[in-house]
């Protein structure tokens, strides 16, 4: 094989292939992001609590040099994001008496918020994730949206609305999506086909949805996979797939936190043949859909720094130890050193 090319030129013509990076990573794995990706998504470095921690106080460093780093080679940014109830700015949802603060406060805020991000980077990123996991979870069809202060003070869903019509406000040009995790499960998935179908006809301006994509050696199937893309492509919207990876640890849906550390078996040859299998399942769907599907983006470079390793092999929406359990989940294409695995050969030769 030409080990000159990366994943980037393998899909040249299906999608862009993203990896989602950090300030460190764009320095000790430039190389490798370079010839692999064209897309990168930054890790933490745009998160509203991560950016704006304060009301007065932007840091916009970490996330400056990774913009200039993409611009620099030329590879395309998606930004990731700007509402979420994690890694959130908790200063905005405060008001001055110290209590909960208004609707009308958080909405003055959030906008200020939006147009300052988006302004900085307008032209230079082609996508935002706008709202990040606002649907509840479980398994009941009855609790729709995720319990957050942000539910809370707007005493329902209409902060998803206006997050999309302050960002199509402050960059029209931007492609806006909604990204959500274990968007596959039945029950999940009818909640956010809900939602889109709700926006849509409601006319707030959404481009697409995102597919989190923390994924495992057995799930999603095929058929939960195809329903869910088919439905979201029903509506005339575009699909990202944002944060893949595919743990060798799954965890039964709905299971406890461990409470001992878990036994580590490592990569072994059995696990690697799944994952491999899993990839390239994976990979043949995705390539049908390329129609509709934008980017196909990894959460994080290589095995040696997957954000999954330290929750105890649980991936996103499992409940966390309470301390943290280092159980590697070796989810990625690349190994502890940055070399191509099995399951990149898999994907790419076909
Ligand atoms: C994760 C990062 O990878 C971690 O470094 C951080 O501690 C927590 O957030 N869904 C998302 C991502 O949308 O932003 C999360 O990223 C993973 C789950």
């Known amino acids: 094989a030409d080990l000159s090319k990366g994943l980037k030129d393998y899909f040249k013509n299906d999608f862009f292939v993203g990896v989602a990076v950090g300030s460190r990573s764009i320095r000790t794995d430039s190389a490798l992001i370079i010839r692999e990706f064209n897309s990168v998504t930054a890790e933490n470095d745009m998160k509203v609590g991560v950016i704006h921690p304060t009301e007065n106080t932007y840091n916009w460093k970490n996330a400056d040099d990774i913009v200039a780093f993409a611009e620099r080679h030329k590879i395309n940014i998606r930004g990731h994001n700007l509402l979420w109830h994690q890694q959130n700015a908790e200063w905005m949802l405060v008001g001055p008496d110290g209590k909960q603060a208004s609707k009308e406060l958080v909405l003055k805020r959030l906008k200020e918020h939006i147009f300052t991000v988006m302004n900085r980077y307008k032209g230079k990123i082609y996508c935002w994730d706008v709202v990040n996991e606002a649907i509840d979870d479980s398994q009941d069809p009855a609790v729709m949206y995720r319990k957050t202060k942000w539910l809370e003070i707007f005493n329902g869903p209409e902060f998803i609305d206006a997050a999309f019509r302050f960002a199509h406000e402050a960059d029209p040009k931007a492609k806006l999506y909604y990204n959500e995790f274990n968007s596959e499960r039945e029950v999940k998935r009818e909640k956010i086909f809900k939602l889109i179908k709700r926006l849509k006809a ?33 509506l005339g919207l575009e699909v990202q797939i944002t944060e893949l990876d595919v743990t060798i640890h799954p965890r039964p849906l709905g299971a406890p936190a461990p409470t001992t550390p878990p036994v580590d078996a490592g990569f072994t040859p059995d696990l690697e043949a799944r994952q491999v299998a899993k990839y390239k399942e994976i990979f043949d769907i995705l390539r049908a859909y390329k129609k509709n599907i934008k980017a196909v983006t990894f959460w994080n470079v290589s095995d040696r720094g997957s954000w999954l390793d330290s929750r105890g092999g649980g991936s996103a929406g499992d409940a966390k130890p309470a301390t943290p359990m280092i159980l590697k989940a070796y989810p990625l294409l690349f190994d502890v050193n940055g070399q191509r695995k099995k399951a990149y050969w898999a994907v790419v030769n076909n």
């Open 202 to 234: 409601d006319g707030v301006p959404i481009d697409g949805v995102g597919f989190q994509a923390h994924w495992s050696l057995d799930y999603p199937t095929v058929t939960q996979l195809r329903t869910a893309l088919d439905q979201i492509v029903s």
